[in-house]
């Protein structure tokens, strides 16, 4: 798995856009990156995973950058109840055994 | 509705008293994984099975066992629970591995005391 590094926190306004930046400089060529959530004590809930290009689903965008050494993810209106621990996760292709989670961001959402 | 289904929710037990905590998938996905999270030490992997019959150890694996009998379901089995396996647990499926994108229970939260 390549190791990823995000920050330990972050707020963000209601209704605004919520970036969550992601560093994984030691990604190789075939490592998707993947990004999941938990709220308070629920079971993480994936979000969204890429490859090269960017991605965007109903829940959020992910921007990886052109040398993959870095992504983004991207709530487009964050509600309240998208406070949460996000995990950015490169787990490596074909990974038999499992996700390994860091720590995450907090990101809380501020009324 | 997909979903994965962990029973009980929450249970208190006495240390020594074997018990079984259950998880079931309804998505035919042939990855299943076990793993517990404690403050301060995040997600930790126990056990995973590949396919049914086919099962290994993840990073913390003492004092818990697992199998994998049917597809659908990977029980996991404290033989003999002590207060430092006091956690809360999550089960988890995939299609396939580990990076087809997890799908996790909504936990167990065990006390033993």
């Known amino acids: 798995d390549a190791k990823t590094t995000q920050p330990t926190s972050m707020d963000c306004a209601e209704g605004r856009a919520a970036n969550l930046p992601c560093n994984h400089s030691?990604?190789?060529?075939?490592?998707?990156v993947y990004w999941y959530r938990q709220i308070h004590s629920q079971g993480p809930q994936y979000i969204i995973h890429?490859?090269?290009n960017n991605e965007t689903n109903e829940m959020a965008s992910l921007i990886i950058t052109e040398d993959r050494k870095s992504s983004t993810l991207i709530l487009p209106h964050a509600t309240l109840r998208d406070t949460a621990v996000y995990y950015c996760?490169?787990?490596?292709?074909?990974?038999?055994?499992?996700?390994?989670f860091g720590s995450g961001t907090q990101l809380t959402v501020l009324p | 509705e997909a979903q994965v289904t962990q029973n009980p929710r929450y249970l208190i037990t006495v240390t020594g008293k074997k018990l079984t905590v259950t998880c079931s998938q309804n998505?035919?996905?042939?990855?299943m994984s076990w793993y517990r999270q404690d403050p301060g030490l995040g997600l930790r992997q126990i056990y995973y099975?590949?396919?049914?019959?086919?099962?290994d150890k993840g990073d913390v694996p003492e004092g818990y066992k697992v199998s994998r009998k049917e597809k659908r379901n990977f029980p996991l089995i404290l033989e003999s629970p002590s207060p430092n396996q006091t956690s809360l647990y999550f089960c988890?499926?995939?299609?396939?591995?580990?990076?087809?994108?997890?799908?996790f229970g909504s936990g167990t939260r065990l006390t033993v005391v």
């Open positions: 988890a499926s995939s299609l396939r591995d580990a990076a087809s994108g997890y799908t």
């Open positions: 030691t990604i190789s060529g075939n490592e998707y």
């Open positions: 890429g490859l090269k």
């Open positions: 996760i490169a787990p490596g292709a074909g990974s038999a055994r499992q996700l390994t």
């Open positions: 998505m035919n996905h042939e990855y």
């Open positions: 099975s590949m396919n049914v019959e086919v099962t």
